[in-house]
Nanobody, 116 residues
Framework: QVQLVESGGGLVQAGGSLRLSCVAS????????MGWYRQAPGKQRELVAFIRSGVMTNYADSAKGRFTISRDNAKNTVYLQMNSLKPEDTAVYYC??????????WGQGTQVTVSS
C-alpha cells in the first residue's frame, strides 16, 4: 500500500513559479515510477511528467522546457518545479505512483491556479 500526500499548490501570477512536492509512505519508493498528472475543470486528467526509478523522465509537450520533475529517494519525495506558469496550467495536480508489480496509486491532489 502506498499513500501519497501532495503539497505546494496555490495561486500565482502568470510567469511565476511553484514547486509541488509529493511524499510517499510505504516501502519500495526507490523502485517505483512516479508521475504528476493534472485535471482542469471539464477536462480529462492528463500526464504532465513522469520519472522512472532511475533518472529517466518524460514530459507532456505543454510542460517541456518549463517544468522539471525530480525525486529524492532518501526522502520518499517527488517534486515538480513549474516555471513560466500560464493561466492554462490552472488545474488540480495529482501525484501518481506505479509500483514494480504494476499497481498504481493516486494522491488527493493540490490546486494550482495561475492568474493572468
Amino acid at each position: 500500500q502506498v499513500q501519497l500526500v501532495e503539497s505546494g499548490g496555490g495561486l500565482v501570477q502568470a510567469g511565476g513559479s511553484l514547486r509541488l512536492s509529493c511524499v510517499a509512505s510505504g516501502s519500495g519508493f526507490s523502485t517505483n515510477a512516479m508521475g504528476w498528472y493534472r485535471q482542469a475543470p471539464g477536462k480529462q486528467r492528463e500526464l504532465v511528467a513522469f520519472i522512472r526509478s532511475g533518472v529517466m523522465t518524460n514530459y507532456a509537450d505543454s510542460a517541456k522546457g518549463r517544468f522539471t520533475i525530480s525525486r529524492d529517494n532518501a526522502k520518499n519525495t517527488v517534486y515538480l518545479q513549474m516555471n513560466s506558469l500560464k493561466p492554462e496550467d490552472t488545474a488540480v495536480y495529482y501525484c501518481y505512483s506505479l509500483t514494480a508489480s504494476g499497481r498504481g496509486y493516486w494522491g488527493q491532489g493540490t490546486q494550482v491556479t495561475v492568474s493572468s
